[in-house]
């Protein structure tokens, strides 16, 4: 299993801050997705990245796959309240064709009127 | 509407009790899975399912068994519960590895 780590773990922010999530592994994925998780909810999916070095944007968030396509980032312009919630990544190798991606452990975001 | 159904919500059971949590999507995916989610360990996989009869373990699957004799439906059982096993549960799937998947609203379960 691959493992991927998130850092920072937790992250507590005035609004109109901005901010930087990341999430990195030695292992290089074929593609890797972020999910937002809001309390008593599951995990819902904002963005997957496949090509290394790619940049998607999805209004004021900003995700980056690395060139390795070993790392990912995610970036928020001028947070609000309503981006707080847990922030995951997963990412995954195609092996005996199954893939089955694997979760970070989150970055939990509080976003502070 | 496209939803992965989970039951129940919540459940408080005791030591040795088996139980079976429920998972349906209406989505016709391939793929469905069942996650943990621990404080500070974040999501881990029970265990898979690639199509109906096709299952296999993820990352802790000791003390869970599952099932898939339908596209729709996969339920996690856990024939003796123990308090380690208190935790969230989530179901997913997905319509193939690459894909977005979808979640249930999660399974609160807790194990006295």
């Known amino acids: 299993t691959q493992l991927l780590e998130q850092s920072p773990q937790f992250l507590s922010i005035q609004e109109g801050e901005n901010l930087t999530v990341y999430c990195n592994s030695s292992?290089?994925?074929?593609?890797l997705q972020w999910y937002r998780q809001e309390p008593g909810e599951g995990p819902v999916l904002l963005v997957t990245v496949v090509t290394g070095g790619e940049v998607k944007k999805l209004k004021r968030l900003t995700f980056q796959f690395g060139d390795a396509r070993k790392d990912s980032s995610l970036h928020i312009t001028a947070a609000q309240p309503g981006d707080t919630g847990l922030y995951l990544c997963a990412g995954g190798t195609a092996s005996g064709g199954s893939y089955i991606p694997t979760f970070g452990r989150g970055t939990s975001l509080i976003v502070h009127p | 509407e496209a939803q992965v159904t989970q039951n129940p919500r919540y459940l408080i059971t005791v030591t040795g009790k088996k139980l079976t949590v429920t998972c349906s999507q209406n989505m016709n995916h391939e793929y469905m899975s069942w996650y943990r989610q621990d404080p500070g360990l974040g999501l881990r996989q029970i265990y898979y399912s690639m199509n109906v009869e096709v299952t296999d373990k993820g990352d802790v699957p000791e003390g869970y068994k599952v099932s898939r004799k339908e596209k729709r439906n996969f339920p996690l059982i856990l024939e003796s519960p123990s308090p380690n096993q208190t935790s969230l549960y989530f179901c997913?799937?997905?319509?193939?590895?690459?894909?977005?998947?979808?979640f249930g609203q999660g399974t609160r379960l807790t194990v006295v």
């Open positions: 997913a799937s997905r319509l193939s590895g690459y894909t977005e998947a979808f």
């Open positions: 292992s290089v994925f074929s593609s």
